[in-house]
């Protein structure tokens, strides 16, 4: 990692904004977009438009992937999320860094029968009329043969005695591809209408399970020792805690939630569609029928060892990636124009937020690092001043459990 990035957050608000600015080349159009209103493009954007809800964005400076350096912004509400992926992209890449992979990226859709009147002569039709079928899908969206992508295959699935599934897989291109698959797929339900059939609907999967990302890291475990623990001691420990998320679903949904952190803040920041990618990383972790850890950590030698798969329905271009002047100003920062590479950095960020979030569960306790960062939110909003945050944090930081009674206590004595 570039000396310059060294305890980035210690540097003031200006030069943070000026060494990512320069970093990336932004221009200063795009600079002032870090901090305008967009009252008159959300307004076509979404109905009964009203106001900005504007959220905080962050920067994790020191991720490393495939031997190559990201600085990756983060859009989130909570304290410490940032903190906790920098701290362990910055053990991450203390080691060889996260090796990351997309083997394929296909989005799945669905004409939905009911009341087949006659399956194998309609199992026939598909397949025997494949190439046609797919021809009227890409026929409905040329544009996206332009890019490369297209419909691909068309399968009959059974569900139950009355309803089917006609299963459709499209190369989105580097797109998301949710509208556009739509389209396709009710051209092919008119044409299933037109062959007789019951359509009950046509609709995207966001199951995304034919594109998925694998990311794994190695962490010399000489870099985890703690306090009084010795490095191989906190190894074995996230291990347990790695285990106990794969045999206890009370555990995984918070082991969960703690990827789903990092993850979804590179979602957020990049204009993609996050409830798509809650829905199918969900879906995703109970696949083999038991709701499981998204990410395991073993140990090996003289190295703890992560991998994670992820399904990740996202994309560089169309929706709103390609409007909000945020996400485009977002993704010149990163420096992606793939698709397969905003995947990789978006599961990196999540296995390395998982492997801090571990690693503090497993030493200190979370509280200790969460607390400390959640004290100028806690002090914030109990009324200091921007000028009282660094005397009242100062002596929060002294007391245990603090609260608003505490807060309220230190301004007093502080506005006597
Ligand atoms: C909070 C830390 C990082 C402190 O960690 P620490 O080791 O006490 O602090 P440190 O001063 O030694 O800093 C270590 C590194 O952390 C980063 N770091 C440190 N401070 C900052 C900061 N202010 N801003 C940005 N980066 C920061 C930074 O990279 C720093 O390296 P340095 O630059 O000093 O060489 C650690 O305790 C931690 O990672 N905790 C995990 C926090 C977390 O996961 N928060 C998410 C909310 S809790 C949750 O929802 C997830 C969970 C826990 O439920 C998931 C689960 O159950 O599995
Ligand atoms: N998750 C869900 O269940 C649903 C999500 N959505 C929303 O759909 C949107 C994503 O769908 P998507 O189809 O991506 O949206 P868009 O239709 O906005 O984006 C796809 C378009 O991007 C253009 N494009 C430019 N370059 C490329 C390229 N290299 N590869 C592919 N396309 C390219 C193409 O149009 P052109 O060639 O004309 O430029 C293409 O048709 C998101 O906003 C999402 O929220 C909608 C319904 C459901």
């Known amino acids: 990692m570039a000396s310059h990035w060294a305890h980035f957050y210690q540097k003031s608000y200006q030069e943070r904004l000026k060494l990512v600015a320069t970093f990336a080349g932004l221009t200063p159009e795009q600079l002032a977009d870090l901090k305008t209103d967009n009252r008159e493009i959300f307004d076509h954007l979404i109905e009964n438009y009203l106001a900005d809800y504007p959220l905080p964005e962050g920067v994790v400076t020191n991720l490393k992937i495939n ?7 983060l859009v989130t509400e909570e304290p410490s999320v940032i903190a906790a992926a920098n701290n362990g992209s910055q ?6 860094g996260i090796l990351g992979k997309v083997d394929q990226r296909l989005l ?7 009341d087949v009147s006659n399956v194998q002569k309609l199992q026939r ?21 332009k890019h490369g992508g297209g419909a691909k295959s068309l399968t009959l699935r059974s569900l139950n005695a009355h309803f089917w599934s006609v299963d459709l897989l499209v190369d989105p291109g580097e797109a998301m591809g949710a509208n ?6 009710e051209a092919l339900a008119d044409e299933f209408r037109s062959l007789g059939c019951q359509v009950t609907m046509a609709i995207l999967s966001n199951a995304a399970d034919q594109s998925l990302v694998q990311v794994v890291g190695k962490v010399p475990v000489s870099r985890l ?15 347990d805690a790695s285990q106990v998320a794969q045999i206890d679903p009370y555990r995984a949904v918070t082991h969960n939630k703690g990827i789903m952190n990092g993850v979804d803040a590179v979602v957020m920041a990049t204009g993609n569609d996050w409830r798509a990618v809650e829905s199918a990383v969900h879906a995703f972790a109970v696949k083999d029928g038991q709701y499981r850890g998204l990410s395991t950590w073993q140990l090996k030698g003289e190295f703890l060892v992560g991998q994670m798969t992820l399904p990740l329905p996202i994309g560089v271009v169309g929706g709103a990636t390609s409007v909000l002047s945020m996400a485009m100003v977002n993704k010149k920062i990163i420096g ?49 001043t921007e000028a009282e945050l660094p005397m009242v944090v100062k002596r929060l930081r002294k007391i245990d459990h603090p609260n608003s009674t505490t807060v309220a206590k230190i301004l007093n004595e502080l506005r006597k």
């Open 336 to 384: 992606i124009n793939h698709v397969s590479e905003l995947m990789q950095v978006a599961a990196g960020i999540g296995l390395a937020q998982n492997l801090a979030a571990l690693k503090a569960l497993v030493t200190e306790g979370i509280q200790k690092g969460h607390m400390s960062l959640q004290m100028r939110s806690l002090a914030m909003a109990n009324g200091a």
């Open 225 to 239: 020792s703690r306090a009084k623990m010795a490095g191989q001691e906190v190894a074995q420990r996230i291990s």
């Open 180 to 185: 556009l698959i739509n389209t396709m797929l």
């Open 108 to 114: 799945g859709g669905q004409v939905i029968l009911k």
């Open 67 to 73: 031997g190559q350096s990201y600085v990756v912004p």
């Open 125 to 145: 039709l598909i397949v025997n009329q494949q190439v046609k079928l797919l021809k009227i899908a890409d026929q409905s969206h040329p544009q996206i043969l």
């Open 91 to 96: 053990l991450l890449a203390s080691g060889e």
